[in-house]
């Protein structure tokens, strides 16, 4: 079966970085991009980007341009997010999903992963 | 402010219908596929509707989507208790930023 695990809580200070990490298994990872949302306490889903696992392409939304990076790791079957320079707007569970790739949805996600960004 | 536009709440009583709207525009909705996601509280969001209408396997036949130009709705017959929970519409937007998803702000259904 399709899961994807992803790495504990962090807290961070402002100013700091995070990398979010997202194991794939029961399927051949390289075949499906991943993507990353995110959401704030209380509030609606953002997308973050997406990193193709084939290949490594990828595409950020223009809002993180700079601040974020997605990496996979295909030995592993492991999908990393880099986000610099928190602030603490950047506090929110973030989320990997497997990009079904003949429709573009996102079919199986991970469970989240809560980064708090605190002084 | 999110680029698709959903009713903040919608509710109903078990057994009823209820529908939710999305609406976006033509590089979004009116070029790509709608697909529907159902969060429970406290949990990942989960794939509901895909390719506008389509349900994966394992989501009853009680969910339903459609679209029409640079609209679409998710409609939810027979409304049962456990269907309390945030539903987001997405859809894949052609930007000069290349190809983003957009989602809608969420509604929350609430069962009476």
Known sequence: QVQLVQSGAEVKKPGASVKVSCKASGYTFTSYGISWVRQAPGQGLEWMGWISAYNGNTNYAQKLQGRVTMTTDTSTSTAYMELRSLRSDDTAVYYCARVEANWGCFDYWGQGTLVTVSS | ?112
Do not use: H, M
Not at chain 2, 24 to 32: A, D, E, K, Q, V
């Open chain 2, 1 to 112: 402010q999110s680029v698709l536009t959903q009713p903040p709440s919608a509710s109903g009583t078990p057994g009823q219908r209820v529908t939710i709207s999305c609406s976006g525009s033509s590089s979004n909705i009116g070029s790509n596929t709608v697909n529907w996601y159902q969060q429970l509280p406290g949990t990942a969001p989960k794939l509901l509707i895909y390719s506008n209408n389509q349900r994966p396997s394992g989501v009853p036949d009680r969910f339903s989507g459609s679209k029409s130009g640079t609209s679409a709705s998710l409609a939810i017959s027979g409304l049962q208790s456990e269907d309390e929970a945030d539903y987001y519409c997405a859809a894949w937007d052609d930007s000069l930023n290349g190809q983003n998803v957009v989602f809608g702000g969420g509604t929350k259904l609430t069962v009476l």
